[in-house]
């Protein structure tokens, strides 16, 4: 692959200027002895996030596949590779974080491939991987639990180590598995799972679409197949891959040989 680092590698002073034309960057990640955000408006971001529950992940990745799902800069993907996982690959849509990524898996020397691969295209891949991280992307997308069922369906096998912003209730209530047409009461619980829609901005950044309460993070992974083993930070869950009961008539997009098998029928 041709080298993304000009001029030579060895002065501080190349990485600094190499990192303030790849700027702004999300991730604070230290190249070289240099930081890439060294102002975070989060602080030492993701490290901070990440020390409260890495010991959540297991420790020893050995010939583990990791597939990190909107990777950003590359930070956990770094950290798996540390950890011994035999191939990490980091996906993200947007190439601007992508060319950050593969600048600091060559200073760093680390054997971690980067795409540029929405999450709505993970069945490409046609790989499931052992660990999938999906960190920071669900409130970003306008079709949430979309995202959650390709996941499931098409890249993950085992664990994931999921993390979402919350707003509203941290309660989590006992929802009963059907109610009366009539009872409109449990909808004005706040701890009701609840997906608050934005249309404009939130935190000045059009991005945002959906930030759930906790009930609904939680409610959401189960729904999309997803055991919650532990829950080590407010924001971050590590969730077991399960078996689910699909739909007879799923949606085409997360089951698309049905999409196949509609089109056959309709040709009939
Ligand atoms: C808030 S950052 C989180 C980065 C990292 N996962 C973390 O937790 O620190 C959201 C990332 O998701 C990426 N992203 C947004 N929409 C995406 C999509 N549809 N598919 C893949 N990545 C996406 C953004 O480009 C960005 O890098």
């Not at 739909?247 to 029928?265: F, L, Q, S, T």
Request: glycine share 6%; hydrophobic share 40%.
């Amino acid at each position: 692959m041709a080298s993304v680092l000009t001029g030579t590698l060895s002065g501080e002073k190349s990485i600094e200027r190499q990192i303030a034309a790849l700027g702004p960057w999300f991730h604070n990640i230290c190249l070289g002895g240099v930081q890439t955000a060294p102002e975070h408006f989060l602080g030492d971001y993701p490290r901070a996030k990440f020390e409260s529950f890495r010991d959540a992940i297991p420790l020893d990745l050995t010939g583990k596949t990791v597939l990190d799902i909107g990777c950003n800069a590359g930070f956990y993907s770094f950290e798996m590779k540390r950890r011994g996982a035999a191939r990490v690959l980091g996906i993200d849509a947007d190439e601007h974080y992508l060319r950050q990524a593969r600048f600091a898996a060559e200073v760093k020397c680390a054997d971690v491939e980067f795409r540029c691969l929405p999450v709505w295209d993970v069945a490409e891949l046609q790989e499931k991987f052992d660990l999938v991280i999906f960190m920071g992307v669900l409130y970003h997308l306008r079709h949430p639990l979309l995202a959650l069922d390709l996941i499931h369906e098409h890249v993950a096998k085992d664990l994931m180590v999921f993390q979402s912003m919350q707003r509203g209730s941290r309660e989590l209530i006992d929802v009963k598995p059907d109610y009366d047409f009539n009872a409109a009461a449990p909808f004005d619980d706040p701890a009701y799972p609840k997906l608050h829609f934005i249309e404009h901005r939130y935190s000045h950044d059009e991005t945002n679409w959906w930030v759930p309460n906790r009930g609904c993070v939680e409610a959401m992974l189960r729904s999309a197949g997803f055991r919650i083993e532990a829950h080590p930070e407010e924001e971050v869950y590590l969730c077991r891959w399960q078996q689910i009961q699909t739909p007879p008539d799923g949606p085409h997009c997360v089951y698309p040989a049905k999409a196949r098998n509609y089109e056959r029928d309709r040709r009939k």
